[in-house]
């Protein structure tokens, strides 16, 4: 049995990252993700005026409740979703000018419907190039808060924005949502408010969100789920065993649910209070599943599927075509070029059961995301002479993978 040590959750760093700078007093976040994108974040707070200490395995964060430290700063989100889209918002709840940009790729995905919201609530948020997208400038006086009304069909990370503001808003929120993808991140977000003393409700699609800032605190960041899904589906694909410590029954991320997955094609799982493991049974049937809530591990399901007995649908994922690159046609590319047979549609790929080759080494076409990268290493796992064309890129949120990975192969074949 594979006993592996997934860093700390990038979505509970970056979390934890926000409440603890918005919060009053030092908090500390023990074993935090620092990985590309978490680093660009806590530089991000930096830039604006927030203390970020660092002790081997801790960060503390010296909080400023009444918003950024600094009347101005200019702030470079790197690739990081969760730095581009919650940073503004909390340089929002200040009083200051703020302008925030971020690589070309980061460039490319949708903010719109946050800012839309934002404006809707008074801020004075203006993009400086593309109307939607970064760069984008913020003149920041406070949030008065009140009703507003926000789309988070294409990303739950939209709400996660609104409601971390809420309680740093002079009235409150109430959030009306009228559409949301992956629901779990939410309930990680609110969980994660309660624990730094705010106090979030949600009604039917209403979130409601006192006033009233938070409370700095100890904060323990528990392992990355949707990271962990690539060593679970090595077990499966393999016949193997693989165990993550520190992820269990109590885990608050929703991608943990992946193991479910792959309980349902034929591998072994056992969840126990602080660590789960999955066993190969040499079984992999072919499915159709609704990963709407945990689509960040669709390329992991898609990259083990021509493996299965039969045919494996994944639907409503539409939102990975908005992700670090199209992951819905990243990943049908990748297993063509593999010789699997694979058809897509708006929202859904379906994968026929095949043996991948890669005749004379096949690269693949990463596309700067780094969740391609390490799905694909699970097809390497039973298919030599795979490449990759960036493999480096997983630094945005595991710098060690390959070590890890290597190491888990090792560990397998003995």
Known sequence: MAVVDIPGSKSITARALFLAAAADGVTTLKRPLRSDDT???AEGLTRLGYRVGRTPGAWH?????QGPAVPEADVYCR???TTARFLPTLAAAGHGTYRFDASPQMRR???LPLTRALRDLGVDVGHEETEGHHPLRIEAAGVEGGDVTL????SSQYLTALLLLGPLTRKGLRITVTDLVSAPYVEITTAMMRAFGADVRRDGDTYVVAPGGYTATTYAIEPDASTASYFFAAAAVTGGEVTVPGLGGGALQGDLGFVDVLRRMGARVEIGADRTTVAGTGELRGLTVNMRDISDTMPTLAALAPFAS??????DVANTRVKECDRLE???ENLRRLGVEVTTGPDWIEIQPGVPRAANGTEIKTYGDHRVVMSFAVTSLRTPGISFDDPGCVRKTFPDFHE???QLRRDIRR
């Open 61 to 65: 964060i010296d909080g400023c409740p």
């Open 310 to 315: 039969g045919p494996v649908r994944i639907e």
């Open 330 to 332: 990243a990943c049908a």
């Open 151 to 154: 789309d988070a069909g294409q």
């Open 39 to 41: 680093e660009g974040f």
């Open 109 to 111: 995905r949708p903010l």
């Open 79 to 81: 690739d990081g979703a």
């Open 404 to 406: 890890a990975f290597a």
